[in-house]
């Protein structure tokens, strides 16, 4: 099994900055892609950025130039460092990780975390 802590959230005024963290716990060989998504009241869950296990990124068009996502995997942790922060980036941030439990067995299961809330408001 494999947990997923997420940390960092908070309020903030607009233009403020986060810096989001996603830690990942218990037995597995490797962690693959890991992503970071967003729910906002009333919307469906969207995905914010990702990361390959070679640091190759993808990002939504809203945060492009704005937030960058990274990864220790040294730690099996992930980040989310988000500036000029906007009202509209309000929602519960997820994480979430594909992981390999055994070298010989190439199956990925994905877990989620549990969020973090992110407000940005005056």
């Known amino acids: 099994q494999v947990q997923l802590v997420e940390s960092g959230g908070g309020l903030v005024q607009p233009g403020g900055s986060l810096r989001l963290s996603c830690a990942a716990s218990?037995?597995?060989?490797?962690?693959?892609?890991m992503n970071w998504y967003r729910q906002a009241p009333g919307k469906e869950r969207e995905l914010v950025a990702g990361?390959?296990?070679?640091?190759?990124?993808n990002y939504a068009d809203s945060v492009k130039g704005r937030f960058t996502v990274s990864r220790d995997n040294a730690k099996n942790t992930l980040y989310l460092q988000m500036n000029s922060l906007k009202p509209e980036d309000t929602a519960v941030y997820y994480c979430n990780a594909n992981v390999q439990h055994q070298k010989n067995w190439a199956v990925v299961y994905l877990y989620w975390g549990q969020g973090t809330q992110v407000t940005v408001s005056l």
């Open positions: 218990g037995s597995f060989f490797s962690i693959h892609t």
């Open positions: 990361i390959s296990s070679d640091s190759t990124t």
